[in-house]
């Protein structure tokens, strides 16, 4: 997997879609702050730090994009391509990961897309020296968040903010959003 230098970056910030997902992230928990800042890939640093690693896929189909993520996106209020999966380590849930491209891209450049089934994305993504990856952008969820309610909906009990962090990926000029919530139990792996 490639996470070093022939991965390329784009100078944008995700903070301008979404006014309260915010970069750097210095106003993170101390223990969360390399979770949130490392750019490279988090599969792998994951795998790094468990013994056993796997992906729960839990959605993968049409939904309609929140506000920011679509424009994002450049797909406005449309239908849009999700998929939610849960990160395990050592058989015990870490990451929530909910990522999403338009429908017309689905079918063109992001056409893998679709058929990642149980495999961590982060892999793919990291492996094509033609994606670029934006600055990562944090953020603090709680309750009233959409994204909070879909880990609970996935069956993970949460009473506590949790944080998030996400980044656009590039490939021939289409984006492709990945957002990562960090459950309870990250803080357990080693920083």
Do not use: K, Q
């Not at 590039?170 to 792996?189: C, K, Q």
């Amino acid at each position: 997997m490639r996470a070093g230098p022939a991965f390329r970056s784009f100078p944008m910030t995700l903070s301008r879609a979404g006014a309260a997902w915010r970069s750097p992230a210095l106003f993170a928990p101390e223990r969360l702050r390399g979770w949130l800042t490392d750019p490279r890939s988090l599969t792998a640093r994951i795998r790094a730090r468990c013994h056993r690693f796997h992906v729960r896929p839990l959605y993968l189909g049409r939904a309609a994009a929140d506000a920011d993520e679509a424009c994002l996106l450049g797909a406005g209020r449309g239908l849009a391509m999700t998929r939610e999966v849960l990160l395990f380590a050592d058989g015990v849930p870490v990451v929530f990961a909910h990522s999403v491209v338009s429908m017309h891209d689905v079918r063109g450049v992001w056409r893998m897309f679709a058929g990642v089934g149980a495999r961590p994305l982060g892999e793919l993504l990291f492996a094509d020296a033609r994606i670029a990856r934006s600055p990562l952008a944090v953020r603090r969820l709680d309750a009233r968040h959409p994204l909070f309610r879909r880990v609970r909906a996935a069956g993970i009990s949460v009473h506590e903010p949790l944080w998030a962090r996400r980044s656009l990926f590039m490939r021939n000029g289409r984006p492709l959003l990945v957002t990562e919530v960090f459950l309870p139990a990250i803080s357990e792996l080693a920083p």
